[in-house]
């Protein structure tokens, strides 16, 4: 092979490489930017529900806001809320906490509260509850989960935010009451901050999309 067909072999070489990079990095951006926009779509579809009721106009996940701990709400992780509006007037906000004491461990819940102190809807986000028993706080799995809907802070009195058998007003899962306990508690602590907390909560600057 002459120096000249070497150099043209080579030449071509280093078109043909450069152009699959140029298209690598072109698909790696597409990708990215749909799986960006999946991954906002669902966490939107694992929001709504727990914002059952409730009108607004404003995108959930864009209001979100990150409290690192120590932040007074269930939990050592750090919370999130995603704030609520509807013509620019807050509605709602959704609390993304911890329940300590589950049975198995940790218990991530949503707690979606309006403004005027009630729940919207309480859903399980993440948990290792047995199944069968603690695991009945899924939607899917169980009714459970809706009887938290529509209470407040003072509906029912402190005392009432607890499972029958320890003179509450809420059912306990049968032969699994450490759950709900844990729950329940997460709930009512949430419901508590958000009394406290509420005007710095709807004035805090949103912390972005990404954590
Ligand atoms: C294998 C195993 C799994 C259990 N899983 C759970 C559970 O997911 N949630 C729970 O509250 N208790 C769980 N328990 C604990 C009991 O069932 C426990 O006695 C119960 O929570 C007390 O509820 P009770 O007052 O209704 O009897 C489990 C116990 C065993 C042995």
Request: some cysteine.
């Amino acid at each position: 092979m002459s120096d000249q067909s070497i150099i043209k072999t080579g030449l071509t070489l280093a078109v043909i490489a450069a152009i699959c990079t140029a298209l690598v990095a072109l698909t790696f951006q597409a990708t990215r930017e749909r799986i960006a926009a999946n991954e906002k779509a669902l966490l939107e579809q694992s929001l709504q529900p727990a914002l059952a009721g409730t009108f607004y106009d404003s995108g959930v996940s864009e209001s979100r806001l990150v409290l690192p701990s120590p932040h007074g709400l269930p939990g050592n992780e750090p919370a999130v809320v995603y704030r609520v509006f509807a013509e620019g007037e807050p509605v709602a906000a959704l609390f993304a906490v911890t329940a300590r004491d589950g049975f198995s461990g940790p218990i991530r819940i949503l707690v979606g509260i309006a403004v005027d102190g009630t729940v919207t809807g309480v859903r399980i986000l993440r948990h290792r509850e047995t199944p069968g028993l603690g695991d009945k706080i899924e939607s899917a799995r169980s009714d459970w989960i809706f009887q938290f809907d529509g209470h407040s802070m003072g509906d029912p009195v402190a005392t009432g935010w607890a499972i029958e058998v320890d003179g509450g007003e809420f059912d306990q899962l049968t032969g699994a009451s450490i759950t709900p306990r844990a729950i329940i508690k997460a709930i009512r602590d949430t419901l508590n901050y958000f009394e406290t907390h509420q005007d710095a909560i709807f004035l805090s600057e949103s912390s972005g999309e990404n954590e």
